[in-house]
């Protein structure tokens, strides 16, 4: 059989080929899929030697919690982590993005990345995208010039500030850094004022939910802590587990060993690393 | 119902009557203009209320500013009123409907006093007769568009209660309505506690306007803050939050950020 005409190579870009089958479908009355949302509480301040973000952990899908202790403070650069939320694909697909392109171009200049870099690269594709992205970004590091912290809206417009929030728990956690935020905090002070905001969303906002996760960045040296707060334990789990009171009946034992039925044959050579 | 022969039409095919309905209830007329008079938008609107109960009694806050959709249309308007002896009503949402309101208690309290048998309208009472104006006229599909905050103390009992416009009525040591619900109760029930003192509540009641203040876009800074006890209700006179502006992130804030603010 052969080909009745030349593999013309696939030109690159967003394929439409689907959407009037897709439009047709929805037209028929097919659900569209709904997409795994971030729910969210995302935060970040600028403190007195640099950056503090912090994040709930709690994916959502509509009413159902999907994820309870997902990772939302994403990694850019050694200096620069920046948090999602919107749409989980979304905002794990164009931080991965940025992310590897950030490494080239240090890979090519020879120096580390600056945060206004990541702030345009990402802008430029959000904005491109007409807000379809559904990607709000909260982009904080410390580069050469000093400590950043940006929000990032779905449809590429951007903020500096110096204390930020977003997702759906932001007023609740803006309500605390509107009410406690000072210049100058020290590091002890700025995790406790990002845990405290964040705690407000995860209490006060249905989206937000389970852990804290904090990222502390900082000229030359960053540390990602990791559900730093845990304020929904499970409770009632008894420690010694549940004892079956009655144990099964055994009627018959019949023991079938298959080593002698199995032949092994080597054949061909080991895989190439 | 009786048939009304309208017209009459000749055709050369066929000769017809035409008849029409009348409208059980009346005329078409009246109907057109029923439609007009139901609540069907909010048009001069005040933002939030934010309410806390303390040692001796209840104490309320709120702007003074009544926006017309996106223009602050009035400065001087006052949201919250005494209400016979012993309660305090503020409304946020539509204010022509919170003057309505006022009217009608007017008339309950009027008939309540006529009665002079030494009793007067409490504010559970009050409470109670708001939520069910509120949810009666919801059922007939003509809302009045507040949400509505009742404190009171009566008997050494303080009261703190809520009525939204659909009807849903609930009390609590403190409540928010309008943007104060995601901004101002995060931080009531964090730092809400009981037996707070005059200065403590209305410090707490400052932080949670001077949020209101910066993050609601249509809170004014003019406030007045009123307080109830067993003596009675006072409103202050209206008053202005420091707000502060000078966070050094404000000043150049694009400066390593060429295109962003």
Redesign the interface.
């Known amino acids: 059989m052969t080909q009745s005409g030349v593999d013309v190579p696939p030109k690159g870009g967003f394929s439409f080929d689907l959407c009037k089958r897709n439009d047709m479908l929805i037209q028929k009355g097919l659900k569209a899929p709904s997409f795994l949302k971030t729910g969210t509480t995302i935060v970040g301040l600028i403190f007195k030697d640099g950056v503090i973000l912090g994040a709930d952990t709690r994916a959502t899908e509509g009413p159902i919690v999907a994820d309870k202790n997902c990772e939302k403070i994403h990694y850019m650069a050694p200096n620069i982590y920046c948090c999602g939320a919107g749409t989980a694909a979304d905002t794990e697909a164009v931080t991965d993005m940025v992310s590897s392109q950030l490494r080239l171009h240090r890979y090519q200049t020879g120096r580390d990345s600056r945060v206004i870099t990541a702030l345009t690269l990402l802008k430029k594709h959000l904005f491109s995208y007409q807000g379809h992205v559904s990607a709000a970004l909260v982009l904080g590091g410390v580069d050469i010039t000093g400590p950043h912290l940006h929000t990032i809206y779905p449809h590429g417009s951007t903020d500096t500030l110096p204390f930020a929030t977003m997702g759906s728990g932001s007023l609740a956690a803006m309500s605390v850094f509107e009410a406690k935020y000072k210049e100058g905090l020290t590091r002890d002070e700025g995790i406790k004022l990002v845990a405290e905001a964040i705690c407000s969303g995860i209490f006060n906002d249905l989206g937000s939910g389970s852990n804290v996760d904090i990222c502390v960045i900082t000229k030359g040296h960053k540390e990602y802590l990791r559900n730093y707060m845990e304020p929904n334990p499970r409770t009632y789990v008894s420690s010694k587990g549940y004892s079956f009171t009655k144990k099964t009946e055994v009627l018959r034992t019949k023991i079938t060993p298959l080593m002698e039925r199995v032949e092994i044959t080597e054949v061909g050579e080991a895989m190439e690393e | 119902m009786f048939l009304l022969p309208v017209s009459f039409s000749i055709n050369a095919d066929y000769f017809f009557l035409q008849f029409t309905i009348p409208i059980d209830n009346g005329d078409s007329v009246k109907n057109a203009e029923a439609d007009s008079q139901r609540t069907l938008y909010p048009y001069v609107t005040g933002t939030s209320i934010v309410a806390i109960k303390y040692k001796d009694g209840v104490l309320m806050a709120s702007d003074m500013g009544g926006s017309y959709g996106s223009t602050l249309r009035y400065k001087n308007i006052e949201r919250m009123k005494a209400i016979g002896k012993h309660s305090l009503l503020g409304a946020s949402g539509e204010i022509s409907d919170f003057q309505e309101i006022l009217r009608y208690l007017d008339e309950l309290v009027l008939n309540d006093n006529m009665w002079d048998d030494g009793n007067s309208l409490g504010p559970k009472e009050v409470h109670n007769y708001l939520t069910r104006v509120m949810y009666n006229r919801r059922n007939k599909f003509n809302p009045l568009w507040n949400t509505l905050v009742l404190g009171g103390v009566k008997n050494g009992e303080s009261y703190l209660g809520m009525v939204s416009m659909i009807g849903v009525s609930f009390e609590d040591n403190h409540v928010a309505t309008g943007f104060g619900n995601?901004?101002?109760?995060?931080?009531l029930?964090?730092e809400w506690h009981a037996d707070l003192s005059f200065e403590d509540g209305v410090k707490l009641l400052e932080?949670?306007m001077?949020?209101l203040l910066?993050?609601d876009r249509s809170a004014i800074n003019k406030l007045q803050i009123a307080k109830i006890t067993e003596e009675g209700v006072t409103v202050s006179q209206p008053y202005s939050l420091k707000t502060f502006w000078e966070?050094?992130?404000?000043n150049n804030?694009?400066a390593?950020?060429?295109?962003?603010?």
């Open positions: 995601h901004l101002a109760r995060p931080i029930r964090d932080k949670c001077r949020v910066y993050r966070f050094k992130a404000f804030p694009t390593g950020a060429e295109g962003s603010w």
